[in-house]
């Protein structure tokens, strides 16, 4: 069993940048890739970014890429998303997943355990 907890979420101006945090306990945190996702009303859910387990390759929806950047510290069994020059459309709530694999994967359905979110809104 893995228990994800995000944080950091919160109200920002577009422009503005946020971190968000994502504290893993249970299952060895280190031998599985772990991804960010985020869901805006009325929306499916979307992949915003993934890493693998060693934090060595790193993967970003188009939509992000240049603006977000995703890390890990296996040590603290935490995963980050800075996002920087944040834009209304990142208006979301974010969650963060694991899946029992050390590779990544944009499908959703692939992951295992998912956090509760955290609430980010931009605004114009």
């Known amino acids: 069993q893995v228990q994800l907890v995000e944080s950091g979420g919160g109200l920002v101006q577009a422009g503005g940048s946020l971190r968000l945090s994502c504290a893993a306990s249970?299952?060895?945190?280190?031998?599985?890739?772990m991804g960010w996702f985020r869901q805006a009303p009325g929306k499916e859910r979307e992949f915003v970014s993934a890493?693998?387990?060693?934090?060595?390759?790193?993967y970003y929806a188009d939509s992000v890429k240049g603006r977000f950047t995703i890390s890990r510290d296996n040590a603290k069994n935490t995963v980050y998303l800075q996002m920087n020059s944040l834009k209304p459309e990142d208006t979301a709530v974010y969650y963060c997943?694991?899946?029992?694999?050390?590779?990544?994967?944009?499908?959703?359905?692939?992951?295992?355990?998912w956090g509760q979110g955290t609430q980010v809104t931009v605004s114009s």
């Open positions: 890493i693998t387990w060693s934090g060595g390759i790193a």
């Open positions: 249970g299952r060895t945190f280190s031998s599985y890739a």
């Open positions: 997943a694991t899946r029992l694999a050390r590779t990544v994967v944009a499908d959703g359905n692939m992951y295992d355990y």
